[in-house]
């Protein structure tokens, strides 16, 4: 069977996970050995932290090709290129790239399919638009989180809106939405206990819609994340 071809020049394949999305040097006031996904990662079931740093890796990787890429039509290129890898998964082996070949091996066999996948990729895609698409990015995270959501084995009416309050939390603290729209009506909203461990993000991306941005893992970052996983409201 014939495999999807390498990245294109400049792309992002191969290597580890991006440090710089993960938090690995935050500004002045932050741990510097600490990250955000860090204290996440304590809240995820022990047998799953393999799948979700495979799903999370691969939304690191997505938006490091947003934020590496000086080019939006050469970016365009790459983030399609991610798609279309993604898809092939539900059909090929995985081509030679450590973050897709996590995928197929952790995630594939728990329920996500490729589609599922690179519909996150499709969503920010808009980032290359000359004004991106709130909506589009709102649907990344929609995505990613219903993957999670199949990982968990739980779901909730309003985990749709969960999963853009993430993506639009993260673009903005990464600078690649000038304007975000306020975050989606969540307020007294509780997520049942087993999808907190996903919904965590959540927590965390609307306080970076609605406060000035701030270094990672805090401890008042890590006590928003205490809150939500006892009582389970994001806002």
Do not use: N
Request: aromatic share 4%.
């Amino acid at each position: 069977m014939s495999k999807a071809p390498l990245p294109p020049a400049g792309g992002v394949g191969g290597g580890p996970t991006p440090s710089s999305l993960r938090g690995s040097s935050p500004p002045a006031g932050g741990r510097g050995d600490v990250s955000d996904r860090d204290l996440v990662r304590l809240y995820w079931p022990a047998d799953l932290r393999p799948a979700f740093d495979a799903l999370l890796s691969l939304e690191d990787s997505l938006l490091e090709v947003a934020a590496s890429s000086t080019q939006p039509a050469l970016g365009a290129i790459r983030m399609a290129w991610w798609r279309d890898a993604l898809r092939r998964l539900d059909d090929h082996p995985p081509p030679p790239e450590p973050r897709l070949q996590a995928c197929a091996r952790e995630l594939l066999p728990r329920g996500v399919t490729g589609a599922a996948l690179a519909a996150i990729a499709e969503g920010y895609a808009t980032l290359f638009d000359e004004t991106p698409d709130a909506a589009l990015i709102d649907s990344a995270g929609s995505a990613l989180f219903s993957c999670g959501a199949i990982l968990l084995g739980a779901s909730d009416p309003r985990l749709a809106d969960a999963g853009a309050a993430h993506a639009l939390g993260r673009v903005r603290r990464l600078g690649l939405l000038a304007d975000a729209p306020p975050p989606p009506e969540l307020a007294g909203h509780r997520f049942a206990r087993p999808l907190r461990p996903l919904t965590a993000l959540a927590r965390l991306g609307i306080r970076d819609l609605t406060r000035a941005p701030e270094p990672e893992a805090t401890p008042a970052r890590a006590a928003a994340l205490l809150s939500h996983r006892l009582f389970g409201t994001v806002a």
